[in-house]
T-cell receptor
Framework: AQSVTQLDSQVPVFEEAPVELRCNYS??????LFWYVQYPNQGLQLLLK??????LVKGINGFEAEFNKSQTSFHLRKPSVHISDTAEYFC???????????FGAGTRLAVHP | GAVVSQHPSRVICKSGTSVKIECRSL??????MFWYRQFPKQSLMLMAT?????????EQGVEKDKFLINHASLTLSTLTVTSAHPEDSSFYIC???????????FGNGTRLTVT
């Protein structure tokens, strides 16, 4: 069965510093991988996705993620964060063909001035 | 612009009453919509898959008689929480997908508080 682990529940960081939010998944089948962001009391917004091809994917707001098949990881990175990046971030793999996203527990990114 | 519209954004109801939440796909026809539930400071849990013109598919542990789903058209799915109890208080989010390979688009969620 598909499962996903977001290794950090909270990540505090200062403004303009780099950040990495970690995500590991387990699956015996091919997966699609997504990162979503959720601002307070709102739905989820897609940051980026990996379906196939290049393992480094770029998303909105300066975020990028790298798919590492051997380590079954899909870590999210940003070289310089802003206060406005403060939000909850969810990693979500989807087993190909099953049309069902499984969400990680989420990582709370808190950017401080 | 928004792809999915969810209404209402917040609702407070008394215990024992029923509440209907609407999810509309604005930009495309959606044969499938998904309903998620999110408890405070937790992740999203898939409740059910709403299928246009047929019965919804519920995840294990979700009471289908309590959470009624109707997907009567290609742009509208509704979730009705029947005989609501305080433990039903939660954040409910719907999502749609335009085709098999596209990512999910999410509504802004509905905060349900049952008093």
């Amino acid at each position: 069965a598909q499962s996903v682990t977001q290794l950090d529940s909270q990540v505090p960081v200062f403004e303009e510093a780099p950040v990495e939010l970690r995500c590991n998944y387990s699956s015996s089948v091919s997966v699609y991988l997504f990162w979503y962001v959720q601002y307070p009391n709102q739905g989820l917004q897609l940051l980026l996705k990996y379906l196939s091809g290049s393992t480094l994917v770029k998303g909105i707001n300066g975020f990028e993620a790298e798919f590492n098949k051997s380590q079954t990881s899909f870590h999210l990175r940003k070289p310089s964060v802003h206060i406005s990046d403060t939000a909850e971030y969810f990693c979500a793999p989807e087993e190909g063909g099953y049309n069902k996203l499984i969400f990680g527990a989420g990582t709370r990114l808190a950017v401080h001035p | 612009g928004a792809v999915v519209s969810q209404h209402p954004s917040r609702v407070i109801c008394k215990s024992g009453t029923s509440v209907k939440i609407e999810c509309r796909s604005l930009d495309f026809q959606a044969t499938t919509m998904f309903w998620y539930r999110q408890f405070p400071k937790q992740s999203l849990m898939l409740m059910a898959t709403s299928n246009e013109g047929s019965k919804a598919t519920y995840e294990q542990g979700v009471e289908k008689d309590k959470f009624l789903i109707n997907h009567a058209s290609l742009t509208l799915s509704t979730l009705t929480v029947t005989s609501a109890h305080p433990e039903d208080s939660s954040f409910y989010i719907c999502s749609v997908r335009s085709d098999g390979n596209s990512p999910l688009h999410f509504g802004n969620g509905t905060r349900l508080t049952v008093t």
